[in-house]
C-alpha cells in the first residue's frame, strides 16, 4: 500500500484540465516536509495547478526514500508506483495530459533523474534539487529528448558537487553533460547568469526543443535553495526563488503532442478527458 499528499488548488473544476506537479521527499523525509521546504503549495495556490507529494517506501536503513540505486534505500519498483499514480490521478482528476512535471530533492531528485530516463512518454519536464544520480540500472534510454534543470550548492556535504565515487554519484557537471549529449545538444555550455551567489549554465540547440540548464549555488550546502535568481519570467524582469524558476521552466516546456493540443485551463466536456 502506497500513499502520497494532494494539494488542488483554490475553485478546482472537474471540467478544466490542470498542470500536474510530483514531487519527491528526499532520503528520511516525507510529502508534509518537502511541501514545507519546496513551497509548491504556496505557487500551485497562486498558478492554479495540481500537486502530488508521494511517499517513499521504507528501505533497509528504516528511513524512507526513493529506489534509485543506492545502498540502504528501497528496494521496490518506484517507477511502476509513479505509473500507477498517474493512473489514479488521471482517472480522478481532470489533469492536462501534456503539462505533467517533476521534481524532488535529494534521493528524490534522484527519482525525478530516474523517471526522466523511464517515463518520459508521460512527464514532460524534470526538475530536480541537490540530486543524487547514481547510474541507472540498464542505462538511461528515454524516449524522447528531455527539458532538463537541477539546482545544486557547491558545498553540499551530502550529495557533492564534485561527485561522490564511494556512492557512484558523478560531478553534477557530468551528470549535466551527459542530459545535454542525451538531448542531442549542439554546443557547448554557455553561461547566462551569473551573480555573486549563482551561475546559471545551459546546453541549448537541443533536439525536440529540449534544453538542460544548471544553476550551480555558491557555497550552499544540502537544502532547498533560499537564494533568489534575478531573471525575466512571467511579468517581466523580478526575483525569483528557485521553486518559481521551476515552476516557469516547466511552463516552457509542454509535453510536445501533434494529436493532443489541448493546454491547461482548456474547458472541456466531462467524460471527454
Not at 550548492?153 to 550529495?159: F, H, S, Y
Request: charge should be neutral; hydrophobic fraction near 35%; aromatic fraction near 10%.
Amino acid at each position: 500500500m502506497r500513499s502520497y499528499l494532494l494539494y488542488l488548488p483554490p475553485g478546482y473544476r472537474e471540467t478544466t484540465r490542470y498542470p500536474l506537479v510530483l514531487n519527491f521527499h528526499g532520503h528520511g523525509s516525507s510529502p508534509h516536509l518537502q511541501e514545507r521546504v519546496s513551497g509548491f503549495t504556496t505557487l500551485a495556490r497562486e498558478h492554479k495547478f495540481i500537486v502530488a507529494y508521494p511517499w517513499g517506501d521504507t528501505g533497509p536503513d528504516g528511513h524512507t526514500g526513493w529506489d534509485t540505486g543506492l545502498t540502504g534505500r528501497p528496494q521496490t519498483n518506484d517507477v511502476l508506483f509513479v505509473s500507477d499514480l498517474l493512473n489514479h490521478l488521471q482517472a480522478t482528476l481532470c489533469i492536462d495530459s501534456l503539462r505533467i512535471f517533476a521534481t524532488g530533492f535529494s534521493n528524490g531528485g534522484g527519482m525525478t533523474n530516474l523517471l526522466a530516463c523511464e517515463l518520459s512518454g508521460r512527464i514532460a519536464a524534470f526538475a530536480p534539487v541537490s540530486g543524487s544520480y547514481p547510474p541507472v540500472p540498464g542505462g538511461c534510454h528515454p524516449s524522447r529528448p528531455v527539458p532538463i534543470l537541477e539546482f545544486h550548492g557547491t558545498a553540499d556535504p551530502l550529495v557533492p558537487y564534485t561527485g561522490n565515487p564511494v556512492r557512484r554519484e558523478p560531478p553534477i557537471t557530468f551528470w549535466l553533460e551527459q542530459w545535454a549529449a542525451r538531448d542531442g545538444c549542439a554546443q557547448d555550455a554557455s553561461t547566462f547568469y551569473r551573480s555573486q551567489n549563482a551561475t546559471g549554465q545551459q546546453w541549448a540547440h537541443c533536439q525536440g526543443n529540449a534544453i538542460v540548464i544548471g544553476y550551480r549555488i555558491r557555497g550552499e550546502d544540502h537544502r532547498w535553495p533560499h537564494i533568489l535568481i534575478s531573471l525575466r519570467l512571467g511579468n517581466g524582469p523580478g526575483q525569483y526563488t528557485a521553486s518559481q524558476v521551476i515552476w516557469y521552466f516547466f511552463l516552457a516546456h509542454p509535453l510536445p503532442s501533434a494529436q493532443n493540443p489541448v493546454m491547461a485551463g482548456t474547458t472541456v466536456t466531462p467524460g471527454k478527458m
